[in-house]
Protein backbone atom coordinates (compact mmCIF):
# COMPACT_ATOMS: atom_id res chain seq x y z
CA UNK A 1 0.00 0.00 0.00
CA UNK A 2 1.40 3.44 -1.02
CA UNK A 3 1.96 6.34 1.88
CA UNK A 4 -0.90 8.35 -0.37
CA UNK A 5 -3.15 5.12 0.26
CA UNK A 6 -2.01 4.94 3.68
CA UNK A 7 -2.90 8.55 4.42
CA UNK A 8 -6.16 8.41 2.77
CA UNK A 9 -7.18 5.13 5.06
CA UNK A 10 -5.98 6.57 8.57
CA UNK A 11 -7.72 10.14 7.59
CA UNK A 12 -10.96 7.97 7.05
CA UNK A 13 -10.65 6.25 10.07
CA UNK A 14 -9.93 9.46 12.14
CA UNK A 15 -12.88 11.18 10.53
CA UNK A 16 -15.11 7.97 11.30
CA UNK A 17 -13.56 8.24 14.53
CA UNK A 18 -14.63 11.70 15.21
CA UNK A 19 -18.20 11.43 14.05
CA UNK A 20 -19.38 8.40 15.90
CA UNK A 21 -17.51 10.14 18.70
CA UNK A 22 -19.97 13.33 17.93
CA UNK A 23 -22.91 11.18 17.40
CA UNK A 24 -22.34 9.40 21.24
CA UNK A 25 -23.05 13.33 23.02
CA UNK A 26 -26.32 13.60 20.93
CA UNK A 27 -29.84 13.53 20.92
CA UNK A 28 -30.18 10.67 18.34
CA UNK A 29 -34.25 11.06 18.34
CA UNK A 30 -33.58 15.05 17.85
CA UNK A 31 -31.43 14.68 15.07
CA UNK A 32 -33.19 12.38 12.96
CA UNK A 33 -35.92 14.52 13.31
CA UNK A 34 -33.82 17.67 12.16
CA UNK A 35 -32.74 15.39 9.38
CA UNK A 36 -35.30 14.26 8.09
CA UNK A 37 -34.95 10.07 8.93
CA UNK A 38 -36.75 7.89 11.24
CA UNK A 39 -35.82 7.11 14.68
CA UNK A 40 -36.47 3.58 16.48
CA UNK A 41 -36.17 3.03 20.17
CA UNK A 42 -35.54 -0.99 20.60
CA UNK A 43 -34.08 -3.11 23.84
CA UNK A 44 -31.10 -3.39 21.87
CA UNK A 45 -30.17 0.05 21.03
CA UNK A 46 -31.28 3.27 19.05
CA UNK A 47 -31.96 3.04 15.53
CA UNK A 48 -32.19 5.83 12.57
CA UNK A 49 -32.97 4.91 8.97
CA UNK A 50 -31.48 8.14 6.94
CA UNK A 51 -32.45 8.35 2.95
CA UNK A 52 -29.28 8.82 1.15
CA UNK A 53 -30.04 8.96 -2.54
CA UNK A 54 -33.18 7.44 -2.97
CA UNK A 55 -32.02 4.40 -0.90
CA UNK A 56 -32.79 3.59 3.17
CA UNK A 57 -29.83 3.10 5.15
CA UNK A 58 -30.42 2.09 8.79
CA UNK A 59 -27.69 3.36 11.31
CA UNK A 60 -27.71 1.44 14.20
CA UNK A 61 -26.12 2.79 17.82
CA UNK A 62 -24.21 2.98 20.57
CA UNK A 63 -22.12 1.72 17.72
CA UNK A 64 -22.95 4.28 14.89
CA UNK A 65 -23.03 1.20 12.15
CA UNK A 66 -24.24 1.60 8.65
CA UNK A 67 -26.60 -1.20 6.88
CA UNK A 68 -27.50 -0.74 3.57
CA UNK A 69 -31.43 -2.22 3.13
CA UNK A 70 -29.66 -4.25 0.05
CA UNK A 71 -27.10 -5.28 2.41
CA UNK A 72 -23.66 -4.67 -0.04
CA UNK A 73 -21.20 -3.05 1.53
CA UNK A 74 -21.09 0.72 1.59
CA UNK A 75 -17.60 2.55 1.22
CA UNK A 76 -16.50 3.65 4.58
CA UNK A 77 -16.56 7.52 2.98
CA UNK A 78 -20.04 7.11 2.25
CA UNK A 79 -20.84 5.89 5.99
CA UNK A 80 -19.38 8.95 6.87
CA UNK A 81 -20.71 11.15 5.05
CA UNK A 82 -24.35 9.71 5.88
CA UNK A 83 -23.12 9.95 9.75
CA UNK A 84 -21.96 13.48 9.26
CA UNK A 85 -25.44 14.42 7.71
CA UNK A 86 -27.16 12.74 11.06
CA UNK A 87 -24.88 14.55 13.37
CA UNK A 88 -24.97 17.85 11.51
CA UNK A 89 -28.26 18.14 10.42
CA UNK A 90 -30.35 21.68 11.96
CA UNK A 91 -33.54 20.59 10.68
CA UNK A 92 -33.49 24.13 8.85
CA UNK A 93 -36.16 24.79 6.33
CA UNK A 94 -35.34 24.92 2.53
CA UNK A 95 -34.29 28.97 1.96
CA UNK A 96 -35.55 28.41 -1.51
CA UNK A 97 -32.38 30.13 -2.72
CA UNK A 98 -30.24 28.55 -4.60
CA UNK A 99 -26.39 28.90 -4.56
CA UNK A 100 -23.08 28.06 -6.05
CA UNK A 101 -20.04 26.18 -4.49
CA UNK A 102 -18.45 29.23 -4.53
CA UNK A 103 -21.10 30.67 -2.26
CA UNK A 104 -20.29 28.01 0.52
CA UNK A 105 -17.48 28.37 2.96
CA UNK A 106 -14.34 28.14 2.02
CA UNK A 107 -15.79 27.85 -1.77
CA UNK A 108 -13.98 29.69 -3.86
CA UNK A 109 -10.39 28.24 -2.59
CA UNK A 110 -11.29 24.63 -3.13
CA UNK A 111 -13.47 25.55 -6.22
CA UNK A 112 -10.95 23.86 -8.78
CA UNK A 113 -10.67 20.77 -6.68
CA UNK A 114 -14.90 20.60 -7.23
CA UNK A 115 -14.27 21.59 -10.59
CA UNK A 116 -12.26 19.23 -11.92
CA UNK A 117 -14.08 16.02 -9.69
CA UNK A 118 -17.60 17.07 -10.74
CA UNK A 119 -18.83 19.20 -13.47
CA UNK A 120 -15.64 18.58 -15.84
CA UNK A 121 -16.64 14.78 -15.83
CA UNK A 122 -20.19 15.45 -16.24
CA UNK A 123 -19.76 18.12 -19.03
CA UNK A 124 -17.61 15.19 -21.44
CA UNK A 125 -20.42 12.61 -20.21
CA UNK A 126 -23.73 14.71 -20.54
CA UNK A 127 -23.00 18.40 -22.20
CA UNK A 128 -24.25 17.01 -25.47
CA UNK A 129 -26.69 14.49 -23.87
CA UNK A 130 -28.84 15.85 -21.76
CA UNK A 131 -31.59 12.76 -22.21
CA UNK A 132 -28.72 10.72 -21.19
CA UNK A 133 -28.36 12.86 -17.94
CA UNK A 134 -32.07 12.69 -16.93
CA UNK A 135 -32.07 8.87 -17.55
CA UNK A 136 -29.38 8.37 -15.77
CA UNK A 137 -30.09 10.74 -13.00
CA UNK A 138 -34.02 8.96 -12.86
CA UNK A 139 -32.20 6.14 -11.39
CA UNK A 140 -31.30 8.52 -8.21
CA UNK A 141 -34.51 9.56 -7.68
CA UNK A 142 -34.26 12.86 -9.21
CA UNK A 143 -37.46 15.07 -10.87
CA UNK A 144 -36.94 17.71 -13.38
CA UNK A 145 -37.53 21.44 -13.07
CA UNK A 146 -37.59 24.40 -15.18
CA UNK A 147 -34.10 26.24 -15.28
CA UNK A 148 -31.80 26.72 -17.97
CA UNK A 149 -31.96 23.81 -20.97
CA UNK A 150 -32.48 20.79 -19.02
CA UNK A 151 -32.27 20.51 -15.04
CA UNK A 152 -32.48 18.17 -12.53
CA UNK A 153 -32.71 17.68 -8.60
CA UNK A 154 -30.95 15.24 -6.63
CA UNK A 155 -32.26 14.50 -3.32
CA UNK A 156 -29.16 13.53 -2.09
CA UNK A 157 -30.46 13.47 1.74
CA UNK A 158 -34.00 14.36 2.52
CA UNK A 159 -32.74 17.86 3.32
CA UNK A 160 -30.47 18.38 0.62
CA UNK A 161 -31.29 18.94 -2.68
CA UNK A 162 -28.26 18.98 -5.80
CA UNK A 163 -29.66 20.50 -8.47
CA UNK A 164 -28.14 20.26 -11.79
CA UNK A 165 -27.94 22.99 -14.82
CA UNK A 166 -27.55 22.08 -18.38
CA UNK A 167 -27.59 24.62 -20.50
CA UNK A 168 -27.50 23.22 -24.24
CA UNK A 169 -25.08 25.53 -25.94
CA UNK A 170 -25.14 26.13 -30.15
CA UNK A 171 -23.08 27.19 -32.58
CA UNK A 172 -22.03 30.17 -31.25
CA UNK A 173 -21.82 29.06 -27.24
CA UNK A 174 -20.84 25.55 -26.23
CA UNK A 175 -22.68 23.60 -23.31
CA UNK A 176 -22.51 24.68 -20.00
CA UNK A 177 -23.42 22.86 -16.56
CA UNK A 178 -23.54 23.93 -13.44
CA UNK A 179 -24.41 22.38 -9.89
CA UNK A 180 -26.67 24.27 -7.49
CA UNK A 181 -27.64 24.03 -3.90
CA UNK A 182 -30.23 24.97 -1.39
CA UNK A 183 -28.47 27.93 0.74
CA UNK A 184 -29.67 25.78 3.80
CA UNK A 185 -26.98 23.24 2.95
CA UNK A 186 -24.65 24.48 5.25
CA UNK A 187 -26.69 23.72 7.90
CA UNK A 188 -26.81 20.19 7.07
CA UNK A 189 -22.87 19.58 5.02
CA UNK A 190 -19.91 21.20 5.49
CA UNK A 191 -18.20 21.97 2.36
CA UNK A 192 -15.74 19.32 2.03
CA UNK A 193 -18.75 16.58 2.48
CA UNK A 194 -20.63 18.42 0.15
CA UNK A 195 -17.14 17.62 -2.60
CA UNK A 196 -17.43 14.46 -1.61
CA UNK A 197 -21.12 14.04 -1.76
CA UNK A 198 -21.08 15.39 -5.54
CA UNK A 199 -17.99 13.29 -6.29
CA UNK A 200 -20.28 10.52 -5.45
CA UNK A 201 -23.08 11.49 -7.67
CA UNK A 202 -21.00 12.73 -10.51
CA UNK A 203 -19.41 8.83 -11.04
CA UNK A 204 -22.57 6.84 -10.10
CA UNK A 205 -24.47 8.91 -12.98
CA UNK A 206 -20.78 8.46 -15.35
CA UNK A 207 -21.29 4.42 -14.41
CA UNK A 208 -25.19 4.48 -14.97
CA UNK A 209 -24.57 6.11 -18.49
CA UNK A 210 -22.32 3.32 -19.94
CA UNK A 211 -24.95 1.03 -19.01
CA UNK A 212 -27.42 2.77 -21.27
Known amino acids: MSAEKD ?3 YNLDVAYALVRERLASVDIEEQCRRSGSEYTKQDSGETATVYYLNQPYLVTFPEAKVTPADDIDLPLREQI ?5 LALAR ?11 RDLPGGIVYYPTFSKRTMEPLMRCFGREPELLVKTAN ?9 GDTTVVINAFRHVPITMVLWHGD ?16 DYL ?12 TWKLVGYSREV
Not at 139 to 147: E, K, N, S, T
Not at 171 to 185: K, R, T, V
Open 190 to 201: ETEDVTVLCEII
Open 171 to 186: EEFPPQLNLLFDASIT
Open 7 to 9: RSV
Open 91 to 101: GTAAANNLITF
Open 81 to 85: LILHY
Open 139 to 147: RLGARQIDI
